[in-house]
């Protein structure tokens, strides 16, 4: 799978991309992420690619035109329109369903907004879909573009160690996952539960079968049906 984050600030995003999992599943070629300069398609000539928005207004907007050419170059660079996702506090929430179903697409690309955010006409244009990580508003597209790409990647085959490691986490069918301990047995006086050292496998997936819907219950019953709850 390729991904391709159009953003006016792509050593950010690298920043980002070279680390731990996502920097593995790179190194190892099972997905392409890649941050691409907006700015570099600008048609100003000093490089311009926002400006003051009409009717007034705090910040700046950013252009159509440098958008429209950067998307429109990776479309001919790959030789095909991949699904063009913009980042938005105004998209829809971000949930692990979402994220599968764009893992399972070829290529992506990601917009970053900046400032104000984008000038509508483009998005109109040229956005198959609006994603927000939440109900807050950050300063730029670009977290929320690494978030996006992180959260994908990890759902790649071959990505996670164990094949399809995902399943069954937090989200994956609509509830929380049970809790985790390791070595030592006990510590500060707080033991690990019995069930986890007697080595009967029926025993512990009963337990966190048990233990999955309990949590969900105490820390998201909105998670929940009418009648889990
Ligand atoms: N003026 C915009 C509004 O009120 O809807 C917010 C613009 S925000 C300061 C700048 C950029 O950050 C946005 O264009 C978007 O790309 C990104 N952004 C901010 N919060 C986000 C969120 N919760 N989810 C996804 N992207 C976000």
Redesign the pocket.
């Known amino acids: 799978m390729k991904i391709e984050i159009l953003t006016l600030f792509p050593e950010q995003c690298e920043a980002v991309l070279g680390y731990s999992i996502l920097g593995r599943a790179r190194a190892l070629g099972l997905v392409e992420i890649h941050a691409r300069n907006i700015r570099d398609y600008s048609a100003d000539k000093h490089r311009r690619t926002d400006d003051a928005p009409f009717g007034g207004g705090l910040g700046m907007v950013m252009q159509c035109q440098p958008i429209a050419d950067c998307f429109r170059a990776v479309c001919a660079e790959w030789g095909a329109r991949p699904h063009f996702v913009y980042?938005?506090?105004?998209?829809k929430t971000l949930t692990q369903q979402r994220a599968l179903a764009l893992s399972r697409m070829d290529n992506l690309v990601l917009l970053?907004?900046?400032?104000?955010?984008?000038d509508e006409r483009v998005l109109e244009a040229l956005v198959d879909e609006e994603?927000?990580?939440?109900d807050?508003?950050?300063?730029?597209?670009e977290l929320?573009a690494l978030v996006l790409s992180d959260c994908i990647a990890r759902l790649l085959p071959g990505v996670l160690k164990a094949d399809a490691a995902f399943m069954g986490e937090s989200h994956w069918n609509g509830s929380l996952e049970q809790p985790h301990y390791t070595r030592p047995a006990v510590w500060e006086g707080r033991a690990v539960p019995d069930v986890l050292l007697n080595g009967n496998h029926a025993l512990q997936e009963q337990w966190r079968q048990t233990q999955m819907l309990e949590r969900t219950r105490q820390k998201r019953p909105d998670l929940l049906s009418s009648e889990e709850k």
């Open positions: 980042l938005s506090p105004q998209g970053c907004g900046h400032y104000e955010g984008v994603i927000s990580i939440g807050y508003v950050l300063t730029g597209g929320p």
